[in-house]
């Protein structure tokens, strides 16, 4: 079993419709958790940063963490087309740099 | 600022060569890493290094695989031999130490081995 899982999809929506990203992990002595976006022949850019259960909302993006069910999401309202790329979760066990866990990734495509 | 530097941004190249994939990392971060992207696997740590110490290179595959930083503005990947399975996409990715600083990744060396 992977310590971080992911649907790879591909997940396709209409403009406008509000997305659902998820991962879950076994491993609970993760604390820390990102969600990273990447575009087509890019490298991965981070989007979301968050620590411990709740939720955090940036603009039209929000990421919850449920600690207690070892459960992330990210939500995105409003899809836009320029939100179609690949958006990876990835989690770390401390707060200093060091080896990030990435799931597999989440292939979106928002549809004009 | 410049991000992240790889070069080449592509390789193609027989079995059995040596290929060799540089970073450059941002100036300043003290974190450095290096990561494959398959379709199968995902994105994968290789090995990483702090202040150009090897910290932890247990994701790399086998002894074919080998990292360097010889100074804090260059790093390499070196594979020798080199296998058709070894195709993937290699990125560098650098960060500071402290805090919530994110990896910021460069775009990446498309490998291609016949």
């Known amino acids: 079993q992977k310590e971080v899982e992911q649907d790879p999809g591909p997940l396709s929506v209409p403009e406008g419709a509000i997305v659902s990203l998820n991962c879950t992990y076994s491993?609970?002595?993760?604390?820390?958790f990102m969600w990273y976006r990447q575009y087509s022949r890019k490298g991965p850019e981070l989007l979301m940063y968050?620590?411990?259960?709740g939720n955090k909302e940036d603009g039209r993006f929000t990421a919850q963490v449920d600690k207690s069910s070892k459960y992330i999401s990210l939500f995105i309202r409003d899809s836009q087309p320029s939100d179609s790329a690949t958006y990876l979760c990835?989690?770390?066990?401390?707060?200093?740099?060091?080896?990030?866990?990435f799931g597999q990734g989440t292939e979106l495509s928002v549809k004009p | 600022d410049a991000g992240v530097i790889q070069s080449p941004r592509h390789e193609v190249t027989e079995m059995g060569q040596e290929v060799t994939l540089r970073c450059k990392p941002i100036s300043g971060h003290d974190y450095l890493f290096w990561y494959r992207q398959t379709m199968m696997r995902g994105l994968e740590l290789l090995i990483y290094f702090n202040n150009n110490v090897p910290i932890d290179d247990s994701g790399m595959p086998e002894d074919r695989f080998s990292a360097k930083m010889p100074n804090a503005s260059f790093s390499t990947l070196k594979i020798q031999p080199s296998e058709p399975r070894d195709s993937a996409v290699y990125f560098c990715?650098?960060?500071?130490?402290?805090?919530?600083?994110?990896?910021?990744f460069g775009d990446g060396t498309r490998l291609s081995i016949l």
């Open positions: 968050t620590y411990s259960s």
């Open positions: 990835a989690m770390k066990f401390d707060h200093q740099g060091g080896k990030l866990i």
């Open positions: 491993n609970s002595a993760f604390q820390y």
């Open positions: 990715a650098s960060s500071f130490s402290t805090g919530n600083q994110p990896q910021h």
